[in-house]
Every structure is written in C-alpha cells, then in structure tokens.
C-alpha cells in the first residue's frame, strides 16, 4: 500500500487529486490541511486527514509518507511560503526518501515567437497587480526545484486557465504553454488529478517539470 499525502487537500487541484487516489486501491491518502471543518465539507466527513499549519508539522510526522503533494494555496501576499514550503519538502525527502509532486504555475512556460515567459503575458493582464506575486513566487519554486539533483521530484504545470471540471482528453508537454485546436489554453482539474494519480501508480517524470492542456470539450 502507498501511502499519499496531499497539502492542500481542501483546494480546488488538491481535493480533485484527493477523491481520485481515495478510489484507487493500492493508495492510502491523507489529506492535509489547515481546517478540519472545511476539509470534511469538501471532501467528506469520512476523509482521512492530517490537519495543522504544514510548516509546523514536524517533519517526523510527514516522514511516513510514500509521497507527497504540494497542492499549497495561500494569498498572494503570502505567495513566499510556496519557496519555503518546497525546501521544507526537500530537506525531508532528503532523509527519508519521499517522492514530491508539486503543482506548479503557467507563468514558467515558454510562449510566442521568441519563447518568452508566459508571466511576461500575465503581468499585463488587468489587475494582475494584486496577484502577480504568486506565478512570479511558483516560477522561483521551479527555478529552485531545477537545481535539484538528489530528490525524486515532479512538477506539473497546467495551462493558462485552470478550472474545475471532469478529466477530458488531453496533450501533454514539457516547458512550451500548450493550446487546443480552438486556440484555448486550459486545463481541468479533472485532467490533472488522472495525471497527478498515473504518476503515483507509475511515475513517468523525474527530477522535471511537465505541463498538461485538455484538448476536447
């Protein structure tokens, strides 16, 4: 039996991964969050769940885990924590061997003719002042986890829009953002928890960042 945890269980990309690996019988998942209360109304008054401030659980206590999933959502005035959060997973599965899935952001793939950043875009959208700070902390988490060379580690990026939904046919790549034939750049969360729970069962990625694109309706 493996044993999964998932940061950030309650999440829109957390809880969709939490209900798939639930159904699949050789996981045993733990959600982990910062409330209990909301966690249950998501995910179920029967889930399993591990519930403090991530950085404060020690790492002892996450140290029994097979993997573990960095879904972590926080405001975008906190989008720091992302970076913190990562060196904290990484110092832990130094020791203890765990496999880390981080979900990452779009704003560190390549677009346009010149394959310039993807965050170069989203810094021009409307408002982007008031949460910019979170693609620009993921793109320094990538960058940090790139430099990464004795941990088993993926990361996924989704594409441009990322929105609730069932899994639907999908493409995959590596740094380029990816679009369907309608010229729309999105990704369900349905999409990536079959992705993220695949990668469990029979982990393709290492010590390397992907990036997914629904590509039917």
Same mark, same amino acid.
């Given at each position: @039996?493996?044993?999964?945890?998932?940061?950030?269980?309650?999440? @829109?990309?957390?809880?969709?991964?939490?209900?798939?690996?639930?159904?699949?019988?050789?996981?045993?998942?733990?959600?982990?969050?910062?409330?209990?209360?909301?966690?249950?109304?998501?995910?179920?008054?029967?889930?399993?769940?591990?519930?403090?401030?991530?950085?404060?659980?020690?790492?002892?206590?996450?140290?029994?885990?097979?993997?573990?999933?960095?879904?972590?959502?926080?405001?975008?005035?906190?989008?720091?924590?992302?970076?913190?959060?990562?060196?904290?997973?990484?110092?832990?599965?130094?020791?203890?061997?765990?496999?880390?899935?981080?979900?990452?952001?779009?704003?560190?793939?390549?677009?346009?003719?010149?394959?310039?950043?993807?965050?170069?875009?989203? %810094?021009? @959208?409307?408002?982007?002042?008031?949460?910019?700070?979170?693609?620009?902390?993921?793109?320094?988490?990538?960058?940090?986890?790139?430099?990464?060379?004795?941990?088993?580690?993926?990361?996924?990026?989704?594409?441009?829009?990322?929105?609730?939904?069932?899994?639907?046919?999908?493409?995959?790549?590596?740094?380029?953002?990816?679009?369907?034939?309608?010229?729309?750049?999105?990704?369900?969360?349905?999409?990536?928890?079959?992705?993220?729970?695949?990668?469990?069962?029979?982990?393709?990625?290492?010590? %390397?960042?992907?990036?997914?694109?629904?590509?039917?309706?």
């Amino acid at each position: @039996m493996t044993k999964v945890g998932i940061i950030g269980a309650s999440g @829109m990309a957390g809880s969709a991964i939490y209900k798939l690996a639930t159904a699949q019988p050789g996981l045993d998942v733990t959600g982990i969050v910062r409330h209990e209360g909301k966690a249950k109304k998501v995910l179920g008054d029967d889930a399993q769940l591990l519930s403090g401030d991530i950085f404060a659980i020690i790492d002892s206590v996450l140290a029994r885990f097979d993997v573990i999933i960095d879904a972590y959502g926080t405001n975008p005035a906190n989008a720091e924590r992302h970076i913190k959060l990562a060196e904290k997973l990484i110092s832990l599965a130094r020791k203890d061997k765990i496999r880390l899935i981080f979900i990452l952001g779009a704003g560190s793939l390549q677009t346009g003719n010149d394959r310039h950043l993807f965050i170069k875009d989203i %810094e021009k @959208m409307p408002d982007s002042e008031t949460w910019i700070n979170t693609p620009r902390q993921q793109l320094k988490e990538l960058q940090y986890l790139e430099a990464i060379t004795d941990v088993d580690w993926v990361g996924i990026s989704p594409a441009a829009n990322f929105e609730p939904g069932p899994v639907s046919d999908y493409k995959l790549g590596k740094d380029e953002l990816l679009f369907n034939e309608q010229g729309e750049s999105k990704v369900t969360t349905g999409t990536v928890a079959e992705i993220v729970v695949s990668e469990i069962l029979a982990p393709q990625y290492h010590q %390397e960042r992907f990036t997914v694109v629904n590509t039917g309706n």
